[in-house]
């Protein structure tokens, strides 16, 4: 979940560190966050582990284009 304060729109890119059949690299995952009031510019995604889990550490790297008035919030994943 991502809330975006601020005053105009911010993109949180997902990095992809694997590669497809082949070696052809698969690119990041950008999604764009409005700018509004919480709680109503919320936006909530999912992220699969593949293609987007790290092999190496097992985390999902997310970056931001600014995070100035920006608030996030990760739930993992629903087990029984």
């Not at 975006?4 to 497809?20: E, L, S």
């Not at 909530?44 to 970056?63: E, I, N, R």
Request: charged fraction near 10%; proline fraction near 8%; hydrophobic fraction near 40%.
């Amino acid at each position: 979940h991502v809330h975006n304060g601020q005053g105009a729109a911010i993109t949180v890119t997902i990095a992809t560190p694997g590669t497809a059949r082949g070696g052809l690299a698969i690119a990041d995952k950008t999604i764009t966050v409005t700018n509004g009031t919480f709680p109503t510019n919320v936006v909530a995604f999912d992220v699969p582990a593949d293609p987007y889990q790290d092999p190496a550490d097992g985390l999902v790297s997310l970056s931001w284009s600014s995070t100035t008035s920006v608030t996030f919030w990760a739930e993992g994943p629903v087990t029984s």
